[in-house]
């Protein structure tokens, strides 16, 4: 990990998805004086679940994913984010522990603000607000879907809906499957590396999906999408 303060200006920085809506000069001034860019390297941990933060984060640049572990020490990926988002949105909400973990894909460069901050703009900038609330919703949507899947679909469907994710428009501009490993695509969807294996060789087998190498390419994602939906 490598901080550094920048002296560019919010109103000067190419990722507008942080500071584009709309904000007045003293608000932009505001976030440029609380803020500080930190270089991770592939595969540093950002933020540790459990641990407490006074900062919103913003991905300028690479991959990350977002990560929860539960007692016996198991992992499950609930999303991966390309650059230009902001991370951990709810914890604007929240005084307590982080709820998740955020570990670096691949290099990556994070714009750290402080909540007090992004709170005072929220306050006073309606647009601002409309699109934190926007995107708190999105963030809240896609857990809601992940929790229906994982509690109404066998093996099958989750990683039909897995496979669904990350073939997104999303990540058209992401090879994702140079990212993740196996094991954290079984992550994804909730089930053992095992499980995986034998439904993705049955996939295969049946001309759903083509593997090579570590990338997977799906030939029908409309049968995909019937597996997810007959669950």
């Known amino acids: 990990m490598k901080a550094f303060y920048s002296e560019k200006s919010c109103k000067d920085c190419k990722n507008t998805g942080c500071v584009d809506q709309n904000l007045k000069p003293e608000e932009r001034d505001l976030l440029s004086q609380n803020k500080m860019l ?59 522990s982080s709820p998740i973990s955020i570990i670096a894909l691949t290099d990556c460069t994070i714009c750290q603000i402080r909540k007090t901050c992004i709170q005072m703009v929220l306050q006073n900038n309606d647009q601002f607000k409309q699109t934190i609330a926007q995107a708190i919703s999105d963030e809240f949507t896609l857990l809601y879907n992940k929790v229906i899947n994982f509690g109404t679909s066998n093996n099958h469907g989750r990683l039909a809906s897995s496979l669904l994710y990350l073939d997104s428009t999303e990540f058209q501009q992401v090879d994702l499957y140079h990212l993740i490993s196996r094991k954290e695509l079984a992550e994804l969807s909730a089930i053992s590396l095992e499980s995986m294996n034998k439904i993705l060789k049955e996939f295969k087998n049946d001309r759903i999906i083509e593997v090579t190498d570590k990338h997977i390419k799906l030939l029908q994602p409309e049968l995909l999408e019937h597996i997810c939906w007959a669950g």
């Open 38 to 96: 930190i270089s991770f390297s592939a595969g540093e941990i950002i933020q540790k679940q459990g641990t407490l933060s006074d900062y919103l984060y913003f991905l300028n640049q690479g991959v990350v994913k977002i990560t929860v572990s539960g007692e016996n020490k198991r992992n499950v990926l609930l999303r991966i984010l390309a650059p230009n988002r902001f991370i951990g949105l709810a914890s604007l909400c929240v005084h307590e």
